[in-house]
């Protein structure tokens, strides 16, 4: 079983950057896909972006475009940690940030919350205009 604990979360103003991060234990990351999901107060939680363990690659929300531009994800399996980078942050960012993990081995580039059987606790991200 994967423990997840999320941290970095803020206030901070609109077109700044942050980075939170994501850091597991019980398991390397390196065989579970990672999500980042958010949900912002009144709306129902959204995928945000994920990672891969098979070919180490990265993918994004695809509805929304400027989360694909301005937000990345990345990993660094020796410290069993995995990042959300975002730039020019907006008010519309303000959410709490999940972040999630899959099955072991699960193939696939999932985005759905029942696709993630691991959840941290969430930090919170405001962003001021």
């Known amino acids: 079983q994967v423990q997840l604990v999320e941290s970095g979360g803020g206030v901070v103003q609109a077109g700044d950057s942050l980075i939170i991060y994501c850091l597991a234990s019980?398991?390397?990351?390196?065989?579970?896909?990672m999500g980042w999901f958010r949900q912002a107060p009144g709306k129902e939680r959204e995928f945000v972006a994920g990672?891969?363990?098979?070919?180490?690659?990265?993918?994004?929300?695809g509805d929304t475009d400027s989360v694909k531009v301005r937000f990345t994800t990345s990993r660094d399996i020796t410290k069993n940690t995995v990042y959300l980078h975002m730039n020019s942050l907006k008010p519309a960012d303000t959410a709490v940030y999940y972040c999630?993990?899959?099955?072991?081995?699960?193939?696939?580039?999932?985005?759905?919350?029942?696709?993630?059987?691991?959840w941290g606790q969430g930090t919170q991200l405001t962003v001021s205009s």
């Open positions: 999630a993990a899959t099955k072991q081995f699960r193939l696939g580039a999932p985005r759905r919350e029942e696709e993630f059987d691991y």
């Open positions: 019980g398991h390397t990351i390196s065989t579970y896909t």
């Open positions: 990672h891969q363990w098979s070919g180490d690659s990265t993918y994004y929300a």
